[in-house]
């Protein structure tokens, strides 16, 4: 856990204190103040020629489109492996591409399957290695969402939010950051489907005050008086041969609008112009299954968080590679 994270990695949020978060946030509001008022030519003077290499077992939208945007915005410039380009552990040990590319680039951004190819790239890369998702923690998720959080509230601490679904890697990131954000979190969830007991130990020793856990069973009963909901895919990626099996034990874990309304609980709230719970989604959304169509119509807050993806990334890159 550091103070800093100037040539520092970012595997999970545990990696940072909740100064350090903070810091993010306001970075991050910062920068996205400046893209809005066409500061493009100054941004370009934070990271002149830094090169990032993305590494990337699994397809993506929003965490490739992100990321190169952003860095670009700062200066710096990216090459692009495909999943097929390295195959990590296949073609190539994951320990020579990190010290392969550690000769080369600034750093490293991998969205990878399993956690431990983050940390070996990390552990022999010699250079600054982010988390851009791996089966065990998304932690730029987790900081696009606390800032979507923080433009609607003020700040995170405080606010309660309830994730609906399944225990995946977003749902330990958010536990994460609940922690260092001083939030209020509960995860409803099927039996069998809880988050890692190691990432609410963690999130446990992480915890300032106002941060509490709980994990529920009963959706109705976990939104009540929710200031945030939350739902991810039911079936995330390399899991496609369990989808029928989730579709039935998740059935009862759809965010739509009886739900909103249990978490209103008969009361109206209202939180800078926006009717409470706000609804987040880290997308892509089947609609049907974990959202209705309708509740992401209702609710632009989803995709601010996609745009805030950008921003928060433009932070983290700003705060580990700015000389």
């Given at each position: 856990?550091?103070?800093s994270?100037?040539?520092?990695?970012?595997?999970?949020?545990?990696?940072v204190?909740?100064?350090?978060?903070f810091?993010?946030?306001?970075?991050?509001?910062?920068?996205k103040?400046?893209?809005?008022?066409?500061?493009?030519?100054?941004?370009?003077?934070?990271?002149?020629?830094?090169?990032?290499?993305?590494?990337?077992?699994?397809?993506?939208?929003?965490?490739r489109?992100?990321?190169?945007?952003?860095i670009?915005?700062?200066?710096?410039?990216?090459?692009?492996?495909?999943?097929?380009?390295?195959?990590?552990?296949?073609?190539?040990?994951?320990e020579?591409?990190?010290?392969?590319?550690?000769?080369?680039?600034?750093?490293?951004?991998?969205?990878?399957?399993?956690?431990?190819?983050?940390?070996?790239?990390a552990?022999?890369?010699?250079?600054?290695?982010?988390?851009?998702?791996?089966?065990?923690?998304?932690?730029?998720?987790?900081?696009?969402?606390?800032?979507?959080i923080?433009?609607?509230?003020g700040?995170?601490?405080?606010?309660?939010?309830?994730?609906v679904?399944?225990?995946?890697?977003?749902?330990?990131?958010l536990?994460?950051?609940?922690?260092?954000?001083?939030?209020?979190?509960?995860?409803?969830?099927?039996?069998?489907?809880?988050?890692?007991?190691?990432?609410?130990e963690?999130?446990?020793?992480?915890?300032i005050?106002?941060?509490?856990?709980?994990?529920v069973?009963?959706?109705r009963?976990?939104?009540?008086?929710?200031?945030?909901?939350?739902?991810d895919?039911?079936?995330?990626?390399?899991?496609?041969?369990?989808?029928?099996?989730r579709?039935?034990?998740?059935?009862?874990y759809?965010?739509?609008?009886?739900?909103?309304?249990?978490?209103?609980n008969?009361?109206?709230?209202?939180?800078?112009?926006?009717?409470l719970?706000?609804?987040l989604?880290?997308?892509?959304?089947?609609?049907?299954?974990?959202?209705?169509?309708?509740?992401?119509?209702?609710?632009p807050?989803?995709?601010?968080?996609?745009?805030?993806?950008?921003?928060a990334?433009?932070?983290?890159?700003?705060?580990?590679?700015?000389?």
């Amino acid at each position: 856990m550091s103070h800093s994270l100037r040539g520092q990695s970012l595997l999970s949020l545990a990696d940072v204190n909740s100064e350090t978060l903070f810091k993010l946030l306001k970075t991050a509001m910062n920068l996205k103040g400046r893209l809005a008022g066409g500061e493009h030519e100054s941004l370009t003077k934070i990271l002149p020629g830094r090169v990032i290499v993305l590494v990337f077992q699994k397809p993506s939208l929003r965490t490739r489109a992100s990321f190169e945007i952003a860095i670009r915005r700062l200066g710096g410039s990216s090459i692009y492996l495909a999943p097929g380009d390295v195959g990590l552990d296949t073609r190539e040990r994951t320990e020579d591409v990190a010290k392969v590319l550690g000769r080369y680039a600034d750093a490293i951004v991998a969205r990878v399957f399993g956690h431990d190819i983050v940390e070996r790239l990390a552990q022999h890369a010699g250079i600054p290695v982010i988390n851009a998702l791996s089966d065990m923690y998304h932690p730029c998720q987790a900081l696009a969402d606390l800032l979507t959080i923080t433009e609607t509230f003020g700040s995170p601490t405080g606010v309660k939010l309830t994730y609906v679904g399944d225990g995946n890697n977003v749902a330990h990131s958010l536990l994460l950051a609940s922690a260092l954000a001083g939030m209020q979190i509960t995860v409803a969830c099927p039996r069998g489907y809880k988050p890692n007991p190691r990432v609410l130990e963690i999130a446990g020793r992480l915890a300032i005050a106002g941060a509490s856990f709980s994990v529920v069973h009963d959706p109705r009963e976990g939104v009540r008086d929710a200031d945030v909901i939350y739902t991810d895919v039911w079936a995330s990626m390399g899991e496609e041969h369990e989808a029928a099996e989730r579709r039935v034990a998740f059935a009862g874990y759809q965010v739509n609008r009886e739900l909103l309304e249990a978490a209103r609980n008969g009361h109206e709230r209202v939180v800078s112009g926006r009717r409470l719970p706000i609804v987040l989604h880290c997308l892509p959304a089947h609609y049907g299954e974990e959202i209705t169509e309708d509740v992401v119509a209702e609710h632009p807050e989803i995709f601010e968080q996609a745009e805030n993806r950008l921003h928060a990334q433009m932070a983290l890159l700003a705060q580990i590679l700015r000389r």
